[in-house]
């Protein structure tokens, strides 16, 4: 049997691809009509990043997106990006910047493969389905043979999935994990049932933050398709800019970005607003996928008690139990989620440092992290509202 012959090609913008021929690879599973596992690498997402000016000139993101290519067919692709800082990624290595640059290295540019400002996990090396070995191999190599020829410091992959994470150490990358705060559904026939597997105290605790946010004054509505309206969006605009400021120092996404997912994603976002006096206050935007729904931004232009948890939290585990999904993924960070049903689950990111000394000591630092990070996640994990099982209650 002859090995397939893969020819690697870099792109620096979606246009010069069909749609159908990226999402091919990146979401076989809609063939059948249904949703993506995740939309965050699908065509028109990431299309809509670009087209809206969040990545390209001026942003750090300089898009260079990966093709492999097998007798003229797409066998795999990846969203590749020239980066010229670390922000927007959410598994940080600032640290092993400074360090490099303290010993007199140049660490950016860096190549990064990531669903831009989304840590949601993922596959990031995108292949044809009967393609996988070979398509991601081929995405792996060329993407090292890439940098290394045009001395670029570094490769990661971030929130890449466990299996991915896998494969690429077998390739010859450097395996991290992490760990974030998702909610899981094992079949909940209403929110109650959720509360009903929680302690007493945590129950009681739960049920007080909802009372108190929904007496804020006014109404929480769920929105998605044609229910968003351009007038939701000029207010979680607002809302996101403040919340971007806050944290980011500048917010990532352009105001133009909200505009184009109105046009081509509306049916993969539920927008959850606090209206009062029918002006919208607060809200929360989340993606759907197939079997999850990923939280991703937050804002208010008013404070109120638990709003915060109602609309980010609550109002999407109501969301999830209604339509089935298996899970909420509610972003990076903050283990105050964890009284609220969030647990922590371990996170996979893959990376590849040209520097053979440097590539050592991060090697060296990711096995002391990853045994401390499974430590935490074991014990955060106890920490849980959940019951014991060997817990004895009475109401």
Aim: with cysteine; charged share 20%; glycine share 10%.
């Amino acid at each position: 049997m002859t090995e397939t012959q893969v020819e690697i090609e870099i792109v620096q913008s979606l246009g010069g691809i069909s749609p159908a021929e990226w999402d091919a690879c990146a979401c076989p599973e809609a063939l059948d009509g249904g949703r993506p596992e995740d939309p965050f690498t699908t065509y028109r997402f990431l299309k809509a990043l670009e087209d809206s000016g969040s990545v390209g000139p001026g942003s750090g993101w300089a898009p260079h997106y990966l093709l492999a290519r097998a007798e003229g067919q797409l066998i795999g692709c990846a969203p590749l990006y020239l980066k010229s800082h670390s922000q927007g990624e959410y598994i940080f290595d600032h640290s092993w910047a400074h360090a490099y640059e303290r010993a007199g290295g140049r660490y950016y540019p860096k190549f990064q493969i990531a669903a831009p400002f989304t840590p949601v996990t993922g596959r990031r090396f995108l292949t044809l389905p009967g393609f996988e070995e070979t398509g991601m191999s081929a995405l792996v190599q060329g993407a090292v043979n890439i940098a290394a020829k045009n001395g670029i410091s570094s490769l990661h992959a971030t929130f890449c999935t466990q299996g991915e994470a896998e494969t690429g150490e077998r390739l010859g990358l450097m395996h991290r994990v992490g760990s974030q705060y998702h909610w899981e559904n094992p079949g909940y026939g209403g929110f109650d049932d959720f509360l009903a597997a929680l302690s007493s105290r945590k129950r009681k605790t739960i049920r007080k933050e909802r009372q108190r946010a929904q007496g804020f004054g006014g109404e929480i509505v769920q929105l998605t398709g044609y229910a968003i309206l351009p007038s939701h969006w000029d207010a979680f605009w607002e809302f996101y800019q403040d919340t971007g400021a806050r944290k980011w120092g500048q917010p990532y996404l352009t105001r133009q970005f909200f505009d184009i997912v109105q046009e081509t994603m509306r049916d993969d976002v539920l927008l959850v607003l606090a209206m009062r006096e029918g002006q919208p206050v607060a809200g929360a935007l989340n993606f759907i996928g197939r079997t999850a729904l990923f939280g991703r931004y937050w804002g208010c232009v008013e404070d109120h008690p638990c709003l915060h948890f109602e609309c980010c939290y609550y109002q999407a585990m109501d969301y999830a139990i209604e339509h089935g999904l298996n899970r909420v993924e509610a972003g990076a960070q903050g283990e105050h989620k964890i009284a609220r049903g969030y647990l922590p689950r371990l996170t996979h990111s893959l990376h590849w440092i040209a520097d053979p000394g440097f590539a050592n000591a991060v090697a060296q630092f990711l096995r002391a992290e990853r045994d401390a990070v499974d430590e935490e996640v074991e014990i955060l994990t106890d920490y849980g509202p959940f019951r014991k099982v060997e817990a004895r209650e009475t109401e």
